[in-house]
């Protein structure tokens, strides 16, 4: 992914130092990957982390991977080392907010404990503040099939509940104030 325009060299800067917290994490040199179209490689990564992240039910069909790729501006990446992909992230702008918002469809870590996804997240938002988001929503779980406390995980980095149902899925929100992105 190119960035153009204004913040390009703060994105730029982000993505960079994302990597290198991934490589000291991993132990392994790591590379991000922002693919322009969804390939087979890029569609077997996807589907090979997703197999190991989620259950059957919240897996998504070819066909509903390439229409969220269509989505307008989309931010998708890989964390690689070497070939292997070992997380990815999918998300887009919401047209129907109020706000300028940035909807995390998807994040996937193939090891989790080890903080990848916390790192992810936090260069997600550092990016989303840069572009001039005023808020991040997601939806997730209590815990996931794991046992994993999903929703401790997302307040822990800001995020508050906003929404749930009956279904126990859960719609949490981070709004990024004006302040944040004023100091960025």
Known sequence: MIEHGPN?????????TLEAELTRVIGRPTKLVFPSTM??????WFKT???TAFREELRYSAEEILERVEKPDLLLFFVTTGQEALAFILGYR?????EPT???????VRQQGRGVGSLIMNAVMAWARVKKY???????EEKN??????RRFYEKLGFVLFDSDETGNL????RLSSKDMRSR
Do not use: C, H, N
């Not at 005023?134 to 997730?140: K, P």
């Not at 719609?171 to 981070?174: E, N």
């Open 8 to 16: 390009s060299e703060d994105v730029g800067r982000i993505w960079q």
């Open 39 to 44: 390939d087979d490689i890029y569609y077997k």
């Open 145 to 150: 099939e794991k046992g994993l406390p999903l």
């Open 94 to 98: 919401l047209e129907t907010e109020w």
């Open 102 to 108: 940035f909807y995390i469809d998807t994040i996937a």
């Open 134 to 140: 005023r808020a991040i929503v997601l939806d997730t």
């Open 171 to 174: 719609t949490m929100r981070l």
């Open 49 to 51: 982390i997703e197999a």
